[in-house]
């Protein structure tokens, strides 16, 4: 008899790899100058600092011990002071909630908020983690565009007076990923308010705020309603490896992912939520720290969008890159960028189809690319060597 191969959880049925990690694998060629990654650049990331910190954390053998499932009590009160400041009102250190990257606070959060069949809104194009975490929910997942100010607040009240009841809208309020636009304050408010109007939650993802060159990114949408659930990081300011995220939410959100998480993993690393609670109290070396990726990055940035627009003029329309990791650029003839990308890759450049991010479809002559990992020649020669892949 053959053995009967046992059948895996429906909630897989549909479900697919990021299209950007199976695309990272073909990309990572030591010849090409590959934009396609969303890494923060290693060189920045303070080494030596993370390990001295990890050496006194190490002196203390309660640091190799189990912590609480809402993270260690120092570094919630380190960030229950920072995001008090961020958000301009008093957070108490309960709705401060320690998690695995932000990633694992909006998994969990797609279990504690969404029912199967709940609809999420969020933008189109969108953060492909975010889009995995909500199909993974069995959620119904719809878009909203993107334009310069950020969401498209008429379109989802337009949605919302067809009856549509959302249970969560996501945002990446600041330096989106992928579309690299900041939403405005005035949307920022208007969110807010329909999220009281209509009694649905807002999932703030802000892992790129402080990345910000020319001005501090405003004020989050947190700031305007307690309907509003923050999530940030230490990935993109110090380093992806300390796996710290965290998220300010109602006592209720939180006791719900205590929990999940209790389930998941029963807590996070005592070790480097102590390391990283060393480095985000430091506030003198954490400004100047930050100052310098931020400078960094910003001439990065300049550089890029310098080049494009030099390169192509009017065959692309680029985003400005304030602030983040990332551009978004759409070709205005029509290139159709997942059909150029095998031989972008052939003249040793690599980026994002546009395509990967969109939510239904479309985004088919726009591509995302990411500045950080390389200085302004090698991102003017990648430029280059785009224009010559679109010439052939
Ligand atoms: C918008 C957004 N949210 C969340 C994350 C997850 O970051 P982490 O889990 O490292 O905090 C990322 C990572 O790229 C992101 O771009």
Redesign the pocket.
């Known amino acids: 008899m053959s053995p009967l191969t046992p059948p895996l959880a429906h909630r897989l049925d549909g479900l697919r790899s990021s299209a950007i990690r199976d695309l990272l694998k073909l990309t990572a060629r030591a010849d090409v100058i590959g934009l396609a990654g969303?890494l923060p650049d290693a060189e920045l990331m303070p080494r030596d600092r993370i390990a001295l910190a990890a050496e006194s954390a190490l002196a203390d053998r309660a640091r190799l011990q189990y912590t609480e499932s809402a993270g260690w009590g120092p570094l919630r009160e380190v960030l229950a002071a920072r995001e008090t400041a961020r958000i301009g009102r008093p957070v108490p250190v309960e709705e401060v909630f320690v998690t695995h990257?932000?990633?694992?606070a909006?998994s969990l959060l797609g279990e504690v908020l969404l029912d199967p069949g709940a609809l999420v809104v969020v933008e189109d194009p969108a953060?492909v983690?975010?889009l995995q975490v909500f199909r993974a929910a069995g959620a119904r997942v719809v878009g909203i565009p993107l334009d310069a100010q950020g969401m498209r607040i008429d379109a989802l009240t337009e949605l919302l007076e067809r009856g549509e009841r959302p249970a969560v809208v996501h945002t990446?309020s600041n330096f989106h990923?992928p579309g690299g636009v900041t939403m405005s304050p005035t949307r920022r408010r208007e969110l807010a308010t329909l999220a009281e109007r209509h009694g649905f939650w807002v999932i703030e993802?802000d892992?790129?705020g402080e990345l910000w060159f020319d001005e501090p990114s405003p004020a989050p949408v947190a700031s305007y309603s307690p309907n509003v659930i923050r999530?940030s990081?230490a990935?993109k300011i110090l380093a992806?490896t300390l796996?710290t995220?965290w998220m300010v939410a109602p006592d209720a959100v939180c006791r719900g992912v205590e929990l999940l998480k209790q389930g998941a993993d029963l807590c996070g690393s005592a070790l480097t939520q102590q390391i990283t609670t060393e480095l985000l109290a430091d506030e003198a070396w954490l400004s100047g720290h930050v100052d310098k990726v931020r400078r960094c990055y910003g001439e990065r940035a300049e550089a890029l969008v310098g080049a494009l627009r030099d390169r192509f003029g009017e065959r692309i329309v680029s985003t400005d890159a304030t602030g983040g990791m990332f551009v978004w650029a759409d070709f205005t003839d029509g290139v159709d960028t997942a059909a150029l990308l095998s031989r972008a890759v052939d003249r040793g450049v690599a980026y994002v189809p546009g395509s990967a991010f969109a939510v239904t479809a479309g985004y088919r002559s726009s591509m995302r690319l990411c500045f950080t990992t390389f200085d302004a020649p090698t991102l003017r020669a990648a430029v280059e060597r785009l224009a010559l892949a679109v010439d052939e």
């Not at 990257?101 to 694992?104: C, F, L, R, V």
Request: charged share 10%; net charge neutral.
């Open positions: 969303g990257g932000s990633q694992q909006l953060y983690g975010a990446v990923n993802d892992p790129y999530l990081s990935s992806p796996r995220g």
